[in-house]
């Protein structure tokens, strides 16, 4: 049985890990199914004194919360110099519309200004960065490509080490940690959902996917200095509860367990159920045939303007709660209700939308619908570039 103290540092290009005491690797994941996680941002000790007498700026949203407080309110508590908020897709307290611009802002209860980081501008600026000393990034992300908020932190991993600032990760778990499933992406089709080749559900935690990054030479500027403070208690055996909803329409597990394979239906006329309560646990449209279920979206907080508002869409309804919802995604990327959709939509030519490709990754997969390939063998297809990438994702992994 191997054990690393908190004191040791290991280096893995330019990423330091910061290891917790007592972290067992042999036999670990029967101690941590009886263990409660321990996020980074929880591990304050190991922390707290990298930000002594710095100025700090955060990347969080409404997730980067210590024991119900956000991380901002936390640290000034605790007398660190937070001077900056970045904020990534949702906006800081992560109520905006999927897409939606999000402005430059004040914040109402710090006075601290918050810095979008998703609308005009993806990436800190140096004037933004001029007057800080460290980074800190703490968002809870759900592990999977088309989720922007790898993408925003490729962006902030450049700005710091364009800026020679250092980065501090306080890392939390990947709520689909035990899944690699999905194509691989063609980098001829990046985009802010999909920027590097990596599958659809890539089985990594913000602090591995970092080390990823770094260690693939992967970004386009010099690595910066990043400190990962990883959780305790956590592999990717483990099946973690997120506490709070990471976005407007992943309102539950369920959402989560579902929202890799359904998201590629908002490359489709179809909708996944945004404007109701159950976003992402359904799907449907005014026109699908022969379906059990049905659902009217309608104008709600993080879905102003849902797809097919205030239409009634014949579907299905495919979970209620997060076993049914695993059970029914059999714990992989499941093509199954797209090629369900497909199958039952009348009018094929009109079924696709420009934005398939974009979140597919590539256009093989939607000429292999066109043409009738069945599931399996879709997945056949893309098993070699699956196993390459287990490769390159096995050395970077911080969890057993």
């Known amino acids: 049985m191997t054990c690393f103290g908190f004191t040791h540092l290991y280096r893995l290009e330019k990423i330091i890990l910061l290891c917790a005491a007592g972290y067992f690797f042999s036999g670990f994941h029967t ?86 980081l998703y609308g005009a501008r993806k990436k800190p600026t140096s004037e933004q960065l001029s007057h800080i000393d460290v980074v800190v990034y703490d968002i809870q992300d759900v592990g999977v490509r088309f989720y922007t908020y790898i993408s925003t932190l490729q962006y902030l991993m450049e700005a710091c080490g364009e800026n020679h600032k250092p980065l501090i990760i306080l890392d939390r778990p990947d709520p689909l940690g035990f899944i690699v499933d999905g194509p691989v992406l063609d980098t001829a089709f990046r985009s802010f959902v999909g920027m590097q080749p990596i599958p659809v559900i890539y089985g990594m935690t913000p602090g591995e996917y970092a080390g990823m990054l770094s260690g693939e030479k992967w970004l386009n500027a010099p690595a910066p200095e990043v400190t990962v403070i990883p959780c305790k208690n956590y592999t990717h055996a483990v ?127 939607q000429e292999q619908i066109r043409n009738g390939l069945p599931e399996q063998a879709i997945r056949d297809s893309w098993q070699p570039q699956l196993v390459k990438f287990k490769q390159i994702r096995a050395r970077y992994l911080l969890y057993q």
């Open 31 to 116: 101690v941590a199914a009886q263990s409660r996680v321990i996020t980074g941002a929880d591990r304050m000790e190991a922390y707290l004194p990298l930000l002594k007498n710095k100025k700090v700026a955060v990347l969080v949203n409404q997730t980067s919360r210590i024991n119900g407080v956000l991380l901002p309110d936390t640290l000034l508590h605790r007398g660190v110099a937070v001077t900056a908020i970045f904020a990534p897709e949702h906006g800081f307290r992560g109520d905006a519309d999927a897409g939606a611009q999000v402005e430059n802002s004040r914040d109402a209860q710090t006075g601290l200004p918050v810095y979008s």
């Open 239 to 365: 099946h973690y509860d997120l506490p709070v909803p990471p976005s407007p329409n992943l309102k539950n597990m369920a959402a989560v367990y579902l929202y890799p394979s359904l998201c590629l239906l908002e490359g489709t006329v179809i909708s996944v159920g945004r404007g109701t309560d159950a976003p992402f646990q359904q799907y449907g449209h005014p026109d699908l045939q022969d379906q059990p279920d049905g659902f009217t979206p309608q104008s709600m907080n993080g879905a102003v303007n849902p797809p097919l508002k205030g239409l009634y869409c014949h579907g299905r309804k495919i979970a209620d709660d997060s076993r049914t919802a695993l059970e029914a995604a059999d714990t992989s990327f499941s093509l199954k209700w797209l090629l369900d959709a497909w199958c039952h939509f009348p009018d094929k030519n009109a079924f696709f939308n420009n934005f398939f490709n974009t979140l597919a990754g590539n256009n093989t997969l």
